[in-house]
């Protein structure tokens, strides 16, 4: 079954999915090996392996593959750029940042990496529209994107109406990681109405209520990155990833 298969699978059968985020340039490989094992024992279903800056070919090769010896779980690359991309990953998300103002980050990087991408018939490609909520964070500064405000989710709405008009499988709403504060429960519930396409939610995600909350209110997949890399005790997982399937 392919990555997106098993999301899709998920969504009908009303189950939540829950999803780990490492940066390559945040610890060792090693490091990101036995962290992506914990976390596939406390229940997180996927893998997904990419940062905003300070991501190589070198770290990102030797993290994925770090994270393949130590989980049987999908690795998906989440990419920032085309200068790095592993052909060890199981899928990439294939994206465009929506509300970016440069045309790199539209489509220029993908047409750079859609070439690399080609050679790498074992990597399953996932068209996604990505879509910076405020704050933003340092994504939104690196993307040049203008973040949705907090109170339109009526935009928000729009951004992932054009992505799955645009064809795209996934839409994802991002404020960023480290974000004070996650994507407002309202905002998700209102794309969630209007979009057929599985929803991920991400950034500002620190606590089982967060993260319940997003579930709740209509994501798909909801994504913990910074909490992995910053608590002491990743049991916090566990609870983060039990309030998410709860709903």
Not at 212 to 222: H, N, T
Not at 225 to 238: F, M, P, R, S
């Amino acid at each position: 079954m392919s990555v997106l298969e098993l999301i899709e699978e998920r969504r009908k059968q009303g189950k939540k999915m829950h999803m780990t985020l490492i940066d390559p340039d945040k610890q060792t490989p090693e490091v990101a090996g036995s962290t992506a094992k914990r976390a596939e024992e406390l229940g997180t279903d996927a893998i997904m392996v990419g940062g905003s800056t300070g991501v190589t070919q070198d770290n990102l090769d030797k993290t994925v593959l770090a994270i393949k010896d130590a989980t049987s779980l999908p690795v998906i690359y989440f990419p920032g750029t085309a200068r790095a991309i592993s052909p060890y990953c199981d899928a990439i998300y294939f994206m465009s940042l929506l509300n970016s103002t440069d045309p790199k980050m539209l489509v220029g990087e993908q047409v750079k990496g859609a070439v690399v991408l080609k050679k790498m018939k074992n990597v399953e490609k996932i068209g996604m529209g990505y879509i910076i909520v405020e704050p933003g964070m340092k994504v939104g500064e690196v993307g040049k994107a203008e973040p949705v405000p907090r109170d339109r989710p009526d935009k928000a709405v729009a951004y992932a109406l054009a992505a799955q008009y645009f064809g795209m499988k996934l839409v994802y709403l991002e404020a960023g990681s480290g974000a004070p504060e996650a994507v407002p429960s309202d905002m998700i519930t209102a794309v969630r109405a209007e979009i057929d396409i599985p929803l991920i939610i991400g950034g500002g995600i620190r606590a089982p209520e967060a993260a319940g909350a997003a579930a709740k209110a209509g994501a798909d997949i909801v994504i913990t990155g910074t909490i992995v890399e910053q608590a002491e005790d990743l049991n916090i997982l566990a609870d983060i990833i039990t309030a998410v399937k709860s709903n």
